[in-house]
């Protein structure tokens, strides 16, 4: 069990480049848990994500674990892309780079429709479409064919992909009754 709490990088109000220091695996728990996608997201992709969010739980004990549920999440907005926009985008172009930037050139994803963004300040707009380095793509690319434990966490991803997620799903969202039961990872 861990001995120490846990801080890691995770932007906050007024603080895009912040930490945040859990000292117990309850506080650490709850705050995972509560960044769940909306219910009504499809379940393969609810799936995926919550499989994110057990890799990030199971943090608590191995931080090097929550390097692979960036992997997981990253994958989960793949998924998330490629349905949402895969058909919009031929075949021979479509990749994770191309799917990413689609959403912010033609869907209109701005920073001021990311919640974590209004929330803290900053920018991830240019991670989105490859502007800033390393990119998401970059990110899920180093992840997939390199080391996936290479690096410290990336302070916020999580919550990122959540409203990315929730932002290509939001038309499917306000037109889908909300569910009876909720799941939650752990």
Sequence with gaps: ??????????????????????????????FIVNLGID?????????KFARAQTLYLMGWIDLDVLKAGELAALIALEL???D?????IPKNRRSFATLLTHMADVDGLTDGNIPMILRTGGTAIGFVTGQAKPSLSQRRNSMAHGDPFDGL??????????????YAYRDFIANAPP???HESPG
Excluded: C, H, K
């Design 80 to 82: 998330t892309l490629m």
């Design 179 to 181: 569910r009876l039961s």
């Design 39 to 47: 219910d009504r997201v499809p379940d393969i992709v609810r799936a």
């Design 1 to 30: 069990m861990r001995a120490t709490p846990l801080v890691i990088p995770w932007p906050s109000p007024g603080l895009p480049g912040g930490f945040l220091q859990f000292d117990d695996p309850e506080a650490w728990r709850s």
């Design 153 to 166: 966490p990336v302070g916020g991803l999580l919550e990122l992909v959540r409203d990315l997620i929730n």
């Design 84 to 88: 949402r926009y895969g058909d919009q």
